[in-house]
């Protein structure tokens, strides 16, 4: 079985301007209502990754204080069997003109594959107490705060 | 570019017991100091949707009362170009002999294919206070209050 991803669109970066993603014209109609939500969750495509040794990649440090070697499952290292990352961004702003979906912040450099954008919902995507090894406490919180 | 998962596992269901996800015994040093969170994101492959139509698929309404009309970016329908499933789970235990996370719930059929797991940052995944449409409103949080 093939498990082949469609790209919908590109992450954008240009001096000077927020990042943004721009969507082929003809997955456009489906933003339809984006605009609705804050927050968006982008699955794209890590192709700086995409190599047969980076996909046989099972364990690594991350790369904080004091961390212990984990498997890439307990590490959101782009080195890993699917080299698909994920990124939380807030919606700066959709133009329609340009089908765009301004963001801003992504991780991801210029010209990367995106696979696919879903809406973040509270319901489902939010954890409030949710444990995490010491070595990932003094992350910065980007959306939330640290309790 | 061709774009291909990997399958790092299956999800399965059976009568009686919570669900897991049953890693191949190849990836499960990938799993590493996983105990070590509370939860997990897991990517899956909605097989019973990789087909042209679904996959060309742009809009639908969300089955929600008073839902409008919106694009599958807007939505978390199955039916969209790339058929991957985003699903937050909790960790209930870890089956080191027999490679198996057992998980709290989960929303893809038995055997269905497992391309990734990573683990829940609240730094970086949590989001305290997102807009969303009003039609998501009654949505039942899973792992957080509604506020």
Redesign the interface.
């Known amino acids: 079985?093939?498990?082949?991803?469609?790209?919908?669109g590109y992450v954008r970066k240009e001096e000077g301007i927020a990042p943004y993603i721009e969507i082929d014209r003809k997955?456009w109609?489906?933003?339809?209502?984006?605009e609705?939500?804050?927050?968006?969750?982008i699955?794209w495509?890590i192709?700086e990754r995409?190599n047969q040794e980076d996909?046989s990649n099972?364990?690594g440090t991350p790369p904080v204080e004091n961390a212990?070697?984990?498997?890439?499952?307990?590490?959101?290292s782009p080195r890993?069997?699917?080299p698909?990352g994920?990124?939380?961004c807030s919606i700066v702003e959709i133009d329609q003109e340009r089908c765009r979906i301004i963001v801003d912040h992504m991780d991801a450099f210029d010209n990367t594959?995106v696979?696919?954008?879903?809406?973040?919902?509270?319901?489902?995507?939010?954890?409030?107490?949710?444990?995490?090894?010491k070595w990932?406490d003094d992350?910065?919180?980007?959306?939330?705060?640290?309790d």
């Open positions: 079985m093939e498990l082949k991803a469609t790209i919908i997955y109609g489906a933003t339809l209502n984006l609705k939500f804050s927050h968006i969750i699955l495509w192709t995409d996909r099972i364990q212990e070697l984990s498997g890439v499952f307990a590490t959101r890993r069997p699917t698909v994920h990124t939380i594959p696979i696919d954008i879903k809406p973040y919902l509270p319901s489902s995507d939010r954890v409030s107490h949710a444990k995490t090894p990932f992350n910065v919180y980007r959306y939330s705060s640290g």
